[in-house]
């Protein structure tokens, strides 16, 4: 049978090694940390550097295709991997996401809306920026950004020197701050023969910039509901991607604007487990393996819910509910904001 290599042991690594395995796949992880939550569902794995380039290339030998699990791969270890493997989703959609200047400048050119952005790097061009496209902005990190880390609200001229100094000499860009009503993404998948399924879009609740709970149905109206749909098939074909991509939007009076997107299975995808037959793992699984897309339509009202930290504590109160599902990522040590696992279930289930 094929061999899918990994980039990245974490919980998506996870999940998506369990996948694979169940479609009789065997998955080859490469991470760099110890123990990582991948480690007892893959069937091979390599702990090393991106540097060691020793062992990118055994490890690019013993698969037949190479995937990811987060978007921060150093691009020399990615042209070493390329030379013996195709590596899904392609490059350039890793190129894009991995920089939101990038990012949001490729968007715009697709005639998507995002927030109004400029790139600042002091706090001269900061101040500038922030009359031009203020009141209210959000200065990031370019690269390297997750769970609202490398981030800095600001709505005054005074705040700039200070916001600056928190990006730590970062390249950073300021978005302008959108009024949003609500968050939705879409989790949508893109074959190696060009067919594309959208899983239908959830709606998320973030708490201390980390996602808390993810709702399906979202309260999007059908046209919105359908926007959804057709801005993230375009991104996928623009890319000409393979595999699932995660599309964060805002919806605003003015219709929809995206926030970012991750080349990989997606934290807000995480209810297909309990809403669809084949769920955003499997359907990453087909995609880099070549195969047909399955079937994603949602047949069931979902809430995930997020364990971070010491919620883990009280998965146990979950465990026996009716129509839920309780997923742990085996982490021995529960800090603060870190990930422990995940709990899907039925709406209806009440
Ligand atoms: P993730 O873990 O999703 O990758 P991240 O660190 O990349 O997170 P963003 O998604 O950019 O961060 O921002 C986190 C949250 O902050 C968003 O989900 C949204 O709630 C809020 N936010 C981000 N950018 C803006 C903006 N321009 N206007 C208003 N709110 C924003
Ligand atoms: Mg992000
Ligand atoms: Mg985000």
Aim: charged share 20%.
């Amino acid at each position: 049978g094929s061999t899918i290599g990994i980039l990245g042991g974490g919980q998506l690594g996870r999940m998506l090694s369990a996948a694979a395995s169940r479609l009789g796949l065997r998955c080859h992880i490469y991470e760099p940390g110890a123990n990582p939550p991948a480690a007892d569902v893959a069937h091979a794995l390599t702990t090393a550097s991106y540097d060691d380039h020793e062992a990118l290339a055994a490890f690019a030998a013993s698969v037949d295709v190479v995937t990811y699990e987060f978007e921060n791969i150093p691009a020399p270890a990615l042209d070493l991997l390329a030379d013996s493997a195709p590596i899904r989703p392609g490059r350039r959609a890793l190129e894009v996401s991995q920089d939101r200047l990038t990012e949001k400048t490729f968007l715009c050119d697709l005639g998507l809306r995002t927030a109004p952005f400029v790139a600042c790097d002091d706090a001269g061009a900061l101040r500038d920026a922030l009359a031009q496209i203020g009141p209210r902005g959000i200065l990031k990190t370019r690269r390297f950004g997750y769970d609202g880390k490398g981030q800095v609200r600001l709505d005054a001229p005074d705040q700039c020197e200070d916001a600056i100094a928190q990006m730590a000499g970062a390249p950073a860009i300021l978005e302008g701050f959108v009024d949003f009503s609500a968050e939705v993404s879409v989790i949508g998948a893109r074959s190696a023969s060009g067919d594309i399924a959208c899983f239908d879009p959830g709606e998320n609740e973030h708490r201390d910039g980390i996602l808390h709970r993810t709702l399906v149905p979202s309260r999007l109206s059908p046209s919105l509901r359908s926007d959804a749909v057709l801005l993230a098939a375009r991104i996928l074909n623009a890319l000409d991607y393979v595999g699932v991509m995660g599309v964060e939007l805002f919806v605003t009076p003015d219709g929809l604007v995206v926030n970012e997107i991750a080349p990989r299975v997606h934290n807000s995808g995480h209810w297909t487990q309990l809403g669809c037959a084949v769920d955003q793992f499997e359907q990453h699984i087909r995609a880099v393996a070549g195969w047909p897309l399955g079937d994603g339509k949602r047949h069931a009202d979902v809430e995930m819910l997020n364990l971070i930290g010491d919620d883990i504590l009280t998965a146990h109160e979950h465990a026996g509910q009716t129509g839920t599902q309780l997923h742990l990522y085996g982490k021995a040590e529960a800090r603060p904001g870190r990930k422990m696992g995940h709990i899907n279930r039925l709406r209806s289930a009440g």
